[in-house]
């Protein structure tokens, strides 16, 4: 099984995105979403952005892997 956690965009620079994981701050490509802002939430998986997700669907799923 694969899991895409949800993160916060903190910056954006030459295509990567620093991201907020619940604290854990890492480095991931942004290359697959246009448009992408710091302070937009993101699905990160294997090392990208793979969706914008809202606020909401990053707090449901931190839920959601909290009870797991």
């Not at 916060?8 to 697959?32: C, P, Y």
């Not at 939430?41 to 969706?51: D, E, F, L, N, S």
């Amino acid at each position: 099984m694969c899991v895409g956690l949800p993160a916060r965009v903190v910056t954006i620079k030459n295509g990567m995105a620093l991201v907020d994981a619940s604290g854990a701050k890492r480095e991931v490509s942004a290359a697959l979403i246009a448009g992408l802002d710091p302070g937009d939430y993101v699905m990160v998986h294997a090392g990208m952005a793979i969706a914008k997700i809202t606020a909401d669907d990053a707090a449901e799923t931190d839920d959601i892997l909290e009870d797991l």
